[in-house]
């Protein structure tokens, strides 16, 4: 850990980058690099990059937020649509020309057609109703409330042309109308809460 720390360091230190941060680490190897850093007086890691998405929320809402308040450690999350699944563009068939049609996606194709998946495709066409009402699309909705979430400083998003962009950037004028009713609603119908392990 104190080769990583050092060597992040003398990359900012030479104007090569301005900060680093972690992807896919753990709470603990995070909260190792910050003590490292601090005991040799070296630079720490300012973001962990997660998966975080309606279905995919441990990490970011269970394991960070104790760095968030601690160490301010952000949180820049990756697969807001989870892999297309909350866009219903798999449900049926999906298009010939999605990513789980590609040579060494067939990880997505397994995961789309599980059982798992499928109910997931279920769930996402049950948001269709708050997404009219907030006069936006699924994919909008699903990306505000990614930015929503405590502790995320941005969303990455993976698109494959200008106009699915643009679209996907509409999400910033639906994050100003997620009110806490219309969050615990989405909860409601997802079931995807994570709960603390007692």
Known sequence: ???????????????????????????????????????FNLIPPVCEQAEHHLFQREKVEMQLPELYHKIGV???????LACGLITSKYEG?????CRATIKGYQWLKDKVQSEDGRKQQTRVMDLLPIAHQLG????????????????????????SSA?????????????SQLTPQTVTEIDGLLGSTPHSKK
């Open 136 to 159: 936006c699309t699924v994919a909008q909705l699903a990306i505000a409330w990614c930015l929503h979430s405590e502790g995320v400083s941005s969303v990455l998003l993976g698109v």
């Open 93 to 97: 068939q999906g298009p010939d020309t």
């Open 1 to 39: 850990m104190e080769e990583i720390v050092r060597a992040m360091t003398y990359v900012i230190n030479q104007g090569l980058a301005l900060y680093w941060g972690t992807s896919r680490w753990g709470a603990a190897e995070i909260m190792e690099a910050y003590s490292m850093a601090r005991q």
């Open 74 to 80: 952000g949180s820049v999350t990756w697969s807001p």
């Open 163 to 175: 106009e699915q962009l643009i679209e996907h950037l509409g999400a910033l004028q639906v994050l």
